[in-house]
Nanobody, 127 residues
Framework: QVQLVESGGGLVQPGGSMRLSCAAN????????TAWFRRAPGKEREFVLG????????THADAVKGRFTISRDNTRSTVFLQMDSLRPEDTAVYYC????????????????????WGQGTQVTVSS
């Protein structure tokens, strides 16, 4: 059974940085599509960024472009979300999602297209 487990959330001041991890049990991040989503209080889940492994570059939501990046470790068992220049509006529960297929760009931003999800980790940006 595939499990995704996020970690690394917490409290950070505006302008600070934080790195989230997503560890996979039962699969690796060698192929398919991986993405990060978030849900802020009182709001719907939204796409943050995603990547189709083997593609040239990830796809970012406009709100995080230039501030957030995605990477993976050499074993391809863990994916990271590096978040820089954090803002209070980045406060949310962050979720890692993965799918075995390489989603086309029009489907990559829609969480309904991902089969595997983590439990989420809280990120709070506040002074």
């Amino acid at each position: 059974q595939v499990q995704l487990v996020e970690s690394g959330g917490g409290l950070v001041q505006p302008g600070g940085s934080m790195r989230l991890s997503c560890a996979a049990n039962g699969r690796t991040f060698s192929s398919g599509t991986t993405a990060w989503f978030r849900r802020a209080p009182g709001k719907e889940r939204e796409f943050v960024l995603g990547i189709r492994w083997g593609s040239s570059s990830p796809t970012h939501a406009d709100a995080v472009k230039g501030r957030f990046t995605i990477s993976r470790d050499n074993t391809r068992s863990t994916v990271f979300l590096q978040m820089d220049s954090l803002r209070p509006e980045d406060t949310a529960v962050y979720y890692c999602a993965a799918d075995d297929s390489r989603l086309i760009l029009s489907r990559l931003r829609d969480g309904e297209n991902y089969h595997f999800w983590g439990q989420g980790t809280q990120v709070t940006v506040s002074s």
